[in-house]
């Protein structure tokens, strides 16, 4: 890994010097990098919208993809892009700040979809689906526009473990985030380089690099969401047993279908018995000794 001022990206100047740090950042392009490669999202000279709204997790994917196309690990372009909401009191001048000086090539995108939330989401309620709804759409709309074959978001390990459990005691259904995903349209495609990376790593990176990191006040400021109590449950069983957010994390990578109830994913009814025909031996070899 290239560490002098003057031959790594600027993304990545001022890095601490720590072994810690170090093994961090070392740890988390390992991880992004084998997540790239093991769900096949590389298309050679493709270009990529890396979607940034200013948290810890998605500076810490902004940080790594460049690191890998630095290294040469990584053969497509990047277009960063936020997108303004309209959230009363978002700091809209950070981002395009932090990007010009970075030398990161970007487009900043304004579309008031706070005022669509507030206007259809009853008091209570959380704003999380259709806020998501409407952003997807429009990033989808901004990646045709500027030659971009995907958008790549910032969602790691644990929010993938939490959306699971979400839709496993809320939804009935075994699902989460995949790591890659193709639109409806059939057009574009969605990743997540951090699938494999903890939230963890994320906000140690973040924070030691000293990002100006924006918090969500439209859904982060809500309470009760089901997102938090899961996210609480699963801070529990670490709490009692570390590791076990990272031995679930495998299990979703290691799924039996044979061994799951659901009738589409495995032939339950063609499962069929084979006859097995024993044939009886009379001559006792013993009596031969």
């Known amino acids: 890994m290239l560490d002098q001022s003057d031959e790594i990206h600027p993304l990545f100047h001022g890095a601490p010097k720590s072994t810690e740090f170090k093994k961090l950042r070392k740890r988390i392009v390992q991880h992004t990098r084998e997540a790239i490669e093991q769900y096949g999202m590389i298309e050679p000279g493709t270009r990529w919208l890396v979607c940034l709204s200013g948290g810890k997790d998605s500076y810490t994917l902004l940080a790594v993809l460049h690191e890998l196309k630095w290294r040469g690990l990584l053969p497509v372009d990047l277009l960063a892009c936020n997108l303004d909401q309209g959230q009363p009191g978002f700091p809209a001048t950070v981002l395009p700040r932090f990007l010009e000086e970075m030398g990161v090539a970007h487009r900043i995108e304004y579309q008031d979809t706070y005022s669509v939330v507030m206007d259809k989401i009853p008091q209570g309620r959380t704003f999380c689906a259709l806020c998501s709804r409407l952003r997807r759409g429009h990033l989808y709309r901004i990646a045709r526009e500027e030659g971009c074959s995907a958008v790549v978001l910032g969602h790691h390990r ?51 690099m000293s990002y ?38 495998r299990a979703l990578m290691n799924a039996r279908p044979s061994h799951l109830l659901d009738p589409k994913l495995f032939d339950f009814e063609g499962l069929a018995r084979r006859s097995v025909e024993f044939e009886e031996n009379t001559t006792d070899n013993r009596s031969q000794d």
């Open 158 to 208: 644990d929010d993938i473990l939490e959306t699971f459990f979400m839709n496993l005691f809320h939804g009935g259904r075994l699902a989460t985030m995949p790591p890659k995903l193709l639109n409806e349209e059939g057009d574009v495609f969605v990743y997540r380089p951090l699938a494999h990376v903890a939230e963890a790593d994320c906000e140690k990176f973040a924070r030691a």
């Open 212 to 249: 100006p990191i924006i918090p969500c006040d439209l859904c982060g400021s809500q309470d009760g969401l089901q997102r938090q109590q899961v996210k609480q449950i699963l801070d529990g069983w670490e709490k009692n047993s570390p590791g076990r957010r990272q031995i679930m994390f």
